[in-house]
């Protein structure tokens, strides 16, 4: 691969290598900076002596690697919050009452069912400085005080620590807050909420126009529904859209128009270009169109709340903008590479961001495989010439994030080239037509011809993506799919397109020999499936959900209203998922289990037992009224397990008596999920 003989590319792959190292192994500062002096000395000597030696040169290439991954460890170490002593969590708080906090709200989430959700960050709490970034949740029905960004809050609220997930194979939320440099969650009381002051700053600034055009859209002629696609599209504001809308946009393979990306940049700059022509090609004027090209990009990345993949696009286009200035010739290789390595410089947590990792796949294997697709068929017709470019198109990128795709959502949508044929020649006109209307909005309500067309094509938009999803036949889900499974596939698709670029029979034979790799992996996946058996309570509210697995086929158990939408539930779908499993069968819950040598009793609801029984496992589910003291006297069990059917009040009565006679008591609310 040419992209390789770009000597920042070496650089690059250490330095990532580095940001996912520090995930691993926990390096002292003391080390590090030893690490990087000798990195540094070993450089300096090697280089004096490479001109003339062959081991000093490659010495020199292995010291500049090894510099380069100390420093992504010594990046990601710095950029790390929480290492920093003022930080929340290196402050002694008691969790278990409400804390008095001071912080100044950035960012606003999708809403929940109950909570308006926000990001923040801690400025004091109980009266002391404190550093570092919250999810704040407010009650929707308190609606004392509206919250904007830039506004500083006091508030007096719990503050919960992020948690590993209460299930097997979901979904790690915490992980992924931790990953954004969020280690817990406020959870605000039906209090006032009072508003200090508001912050002062570029980004209020952004924030506020903000506001201030999404207000005077709201006061325009366009729907609802259409107008939250719109605020996607152009504003890069998801937090409105249905779940309806968003699924119907997942299942048809589109859900990457609704996050402003390089699409989204490139038409901006299109649009710059054309405003900008009049300003003549001398030094001078050279010079100004970059100026306002780059503030312009960078003006509406801040007005779009600098997510991943508008940062992303913003500084590709702005290498490709000051090369086209430099009158250089832009290697496209060389600008994915520049760009994220300064992008991830700055904010080493983008790389383990899932739109960042999947807008730059997209983006290298457009680059990289389009060309090889395009060239299969070159047709004459202008027409079918741009709708086979959609198509190679739409089959490079969708080829180069698929396993991240799968293994990330378990799904995989087999119209998207449909859909993006489609939809493309139409999103350029919304597009159009949007941009207007947000330059209209930003003074003043969009007139009604404007607001009516864009209303009418984004209806169009959002009927051609319910159509395609409702397809469900090409819409793969509950894929299983590993992380050792994930790498093979990436192998097997770069060494295919490395060939097709040059058929040589040592890389068909590496092509086959990977394919291969991917089969066994299957396949002892599969076995290491087979031979397994587990039997697990699930910790789900008010509900009681328990699984026996033996090979790759699962019983469970539950009651009537959870097994008839067993294919809906999120907590089963994971599970089965997750373990290359389906299920075998479903009924209502037994008293009486026998597992691995293991006499398992549930008393339910009814407080009905046998007292004959002696079970080496009790299991209490759906709050019985029952004397806990008597039945572990009867009964002298080895473990007690209650799930989060039970009221909480009953759950400490019974904890305390188990503690008492010194029996373990696994309490699936605050333990997670009990496994044998």
């Not at 030893?34 to 040169?57: H, P, R, V």
């Not at 490659?58 to 790390?80: D, Q």
């Not at 490079?396 to 799904?411: K, N, R, V």
């Not at 993006?420 to 011809?449: E, K, S």
Request: glycine fraction near 4%; charge should be positive; include cysteine.
């Amino acid at each position: 691969m040419k992209i390789l003989n770009f000597p920042l590319s070496r650089i690059f792959i250490g330095f990532l290598f580095g940001l996912v190292l520090f995930q691993i192994i926990s390096l002292t500062s003391l080390l590090i900076v030893i690490g990087l002096s000798f990195c540094i000395i070993g450089i300096s000597i090697s280089y004096l002596y490479s001109q003339k030696n062959n081991l000093a040169k490659t010495l020199f290439g292995l010291f500049v690697i090894f510099t380069s991954i100390i420093i992504g460890i010594s990046t990601a170490k710095i950029h790390k919050q929480n290492t920093n002593p003022k930080h929340y969590l290196n402050q002694k708080h008691d969790y278990d009452n409400p804390i008095k906090t001071v912080l100044l709200i950035n960012e606003k989430l999708k809403s929940t069912q109950k909570n308006n959700r926000y990001v923040a960050s801690v400025k004091s709490i109980n009266r002391h400085y404190s550093y570092g970034k919250v999810i704040l949740n407010i009650p929707k029905e308190n609606k004392s005080q509206k919250i904007k960004i830039g506004n500083y809050i006091a508030i007096t609220a719990f503050l919960n620590k992020n948690k590993t997930p209460s299930n097997p194979n979901l979904f790690d939320y915490g992980k992924y807050l931790e990953n954004q440099e969020i280690y817990a969650q406020v959870f605000s009381t039906k209090s006032q909420i009072k508003v200090l002051h508001n912050d002062v700053s570029l980004w209020t600034y952004f924030s506020k126009f903000r506001e201030k055009i999404i207000s005077n859209l709201n006061r325009s002629p366009i729907s609802k529904k259409e107008l939250n696609v719109l605020n996607a599209l152009i504003l890069g504001q998801q937090q409105e859209i249905s779940p309806e809308i968003l699924k119907d946009y997942q299942y048809a393979g589109a859900v990457h128009i609704l996050s402003v990306s390089g699409l989204h940049v490139g038409f901006i700059l299109l649009f710059l270009t054309y405003l900008l022509k009049p300003i003549g090609n001398t030094k001078t004027g050279s010079l100004l169109k970059l100026g306002i090209t780059l503030l312009s990009l960078w003006s509406f990345a801040l007005l779009t709340g600098l997510s991943p993949s508008i940062v992303r696009s913003v500084t590709m286009f702005s290498f490709i903008g000051i090369g086209i200035h430099l009158r250089r010739t832009v290697n496209i290789y060389h600008n994915l590479i520049v760009s994220m390595l300064l992008i991830l410089l700055f904010k080493p947590s983008f790389l383990f961001d899932v739109g960042f990792q999947l807008s730059y796949l997209a983006l290298f294997f457009i680059f990289w495989l389009q060309p090889i697709l395009a060239s299969i068929w070159e047709p004459k017709n202008k027409i079918v010439k741009y709708f086979w470019d959609i198509i190679t198109v739409s089959f490079a990128a969708q080829i180069g994030t698929m396993p991240l795709s799968i293994y990330y959502f378990h799904q995989f949508p087999g119209l998207f080239f449909v859909t993006n044929l489609l939809i493309l020649p139409l999103l350029g006109i919304i597009m159009a037509i949007g941009v207007v209307a947000i330059l209209i909005a930003a003074f003043n309500t969009v007139p009604f011809i404007i607001a009516r067309s864009i209303e009418l094509l984004i209806s169009l938009l959002n009927s051609i993506i319910h159509w395609v999803s409702s397809i469900d036949s090409f819409v793969i889900k509950n894929i299983s799919f590993s992380k050792e499974m994930l790498l093979s596939s990436y192998l097997v698709i770069i060494l295919i397109i490395i060939w097709m670029k040059k058929p040589l029979f040592n890389r068909l034979t590496a092509t086959f020999l990977s394919i291969v790799l991917l089969q066994i992996i299957f396949i002892i996946q599969k076995k290491d499936t087979h031979n397994k058996s587990e039997f697990i309570v699930f910790q789900s509210k008010k509900n009681t959900i328990i699984t026996e697995r033996v090979g790759d086929l699962v019983s469970i158990q539950s009651h009537d209203s959870i097994l008839e939408t067993i294919d809906d539930n999120l907590l089963i779908q994971s599970y089965l998922v997750g373990n290359f499993c389906k299920i075998k069968s479903k009924k209502s819950i037994e008293n009486l289990i026998y597992f691995n040598s293991n006499k398992i009793m549930i008393i339910d609801s009814s407080g009905i037992y046998s007292t004959k029984i002696k079970p080496d496992i009790l299991i209490i589910v759906q709050s019985p009224k029952i004397n806990f003291q008597r039945l572990l006297t009867i009964y002298k069990p080895k473990e007690v397990v209650v799930d989060g059917s039970n009221y909480k009040s009953y759950v400490k009565l019974w904890e305390a008596t188990c503690r008492k006679e010194k029996i373990p008591f696994h309490y699936t609310n605050e333990k997670g999920f009990y496994k044998i």
